[in-house]
């Protein structure tokens, strides 16, 4: 098993079929360079506005995270609405439900010598297990440089089949 990477004509079932049976794919270049210059440039005064990570160790000492995305950065609905994002959500999220909502919009940035967050479950907050059935999904989106030296999110391949209330 292996993380598979798309490009941005690539066909969108054929990045579901990914998700479902590794629990993660990567679409490269799905937006266009100034709109991620554009938000990152929305955001830094947020950022910048904040001295330390927080006092937790799973979210980071040397971590800013930025919430209310879409109040402080009104070009990251561009990233919200990308058909790509709305036809993979809908596509696995739809299977078992009428809707679905979003829950959080965040930006995250880690600074140097911070720590590898502890491997964790996104969807640890739902107690039950229904094979086949996925409660939600997490879209991220690399603004910059995804790399291990900086902290990108690291994945399990297909650990969102076998559940484990201690990940």
Known sequence: MQLEYFNVDSDTDDVIK??????????????????????????????????????????????????????ISKSSAKLVDQPRVMEVADGILLRHCDNYRLGSLTAIEILPGEKDQVLHSDDGIYPVRIPGMQFQISAMWALDDFTKENGATRVVLGSHRNYSANV
Do not use: C, M, P
């Open 18 to 71: 990914a998700l479902e049976l590794n629990g993660a794919a990567v679409v490269e270049n799905q937006v266009e360079s100034e709109l991620t210059d554009t938000i990152l440039s929305e955001l830094r005064k947020h950022f910048d506005k904040i001295e330390k990570g927080s006092d937790s160790g799973f979210t980071g000492y040397k971590t800013r995270w930025v919430s209310r995305l879409l109040a």
